[in-house]
Structure formats: C-alpha cells, structure tokens
C-alpha cells in the first residue's frame, strides 16, 4: 500500500513508522524497494542519481546485481565512464555480501530522496516481470 502512495504522503506515513521502529522501518523500505528496482527508474532519474552517488558505492552496488540493472547506469553515461566503470567490474574481486547490501542501501536512499523531489520517477512495473 504504501508504494503505491505519493511520494510526499509515502514519506510521511514511513518516518511516522521510523519514530515507533526504527528497525521494522527499515525492513518496509528493503521490501518495497530493492536495488534492482532502479531498473524501473527513468534515464533522466539515473542520470541525476549518477551525479549523487559515490564511484565506490556505484561499483560495489553493480557488482552485486544483475546485467540489466548493470545496462540502466551504463546507458546514462558517457561511453568513456561507463567504460571505467566496466573496468573497474572486471578486477574486482569478490565483494561481501554485507558490503554490497550497505551500498546498494545508501544508493536507494539517495534514489527516494531524488523520487520525492521529482527528479526520479518509477516507471510502472510488472510485478511478475520483477521476479
């Protein structure tokens, strides 16, 4: 239900939940938006996201998703970035699971914060196509 409200009014009923419960707080935003989610985002949304976000973040956060999420950012950048980007994949090693869950979190918080300015939107999704 909540996903399905405006951004304002979604953020409002989550820090209400925030002040009871930090932790199950959390838990609603895990589950109403993953990291993958950004596949849904619109360019202009991706391309204001790339100006937020840390490098390091960004390339933890792709080492632990799936090539169309990977294809989303690469295709909001320039060829040469996207390029260093892609390098930057291949030498990494493997990452922890827990250190890609926290940059793909701090990456899905700046993603709401721009949602609730407009600068991101959402496209409809289908949920099945999702999964």
């Known amino acids: 239900m909540l996903k399905n409200l405006p951004p304002e009014e ?12 930090e932790e199950i707080a959390e838990q609603i935003m895990r589950s109403m938006y993953s990291f993958d989610t950004l596949y849904y985002a619109d360019d202009r949304g991706i391309q204001a996201l790339l100006k937020v976000v840390e490098r390091r973040d ?36 493997a990452m922890r699971t827990t250190d890609v869950e926290e940059a793909q979190r701090r990456i899905m918080a700046q993603a709401l ?19």
């Open 10 to 21: 979604r953020e409002a009923a989550l820090q209400r939940i925030r002040k009871l419960d």
């Open 113 to 131: 914060v721009l949602e609730s300015e407009g600068n991101l939107i959402f496209m409809e999704m289908d949920e099945q196509e999702m999964f």
């Open 58 to 93: 960004l390339t933890v956060a792709l080492k632990g998703t799936t090539q169309g999420v990977q294809g989303r950012f690469f295709k909001n950048m320039s060829d040469r970035a996207a390029g260093f980007l892609q390098e930057d994949l291949d030498v990494m090693g």
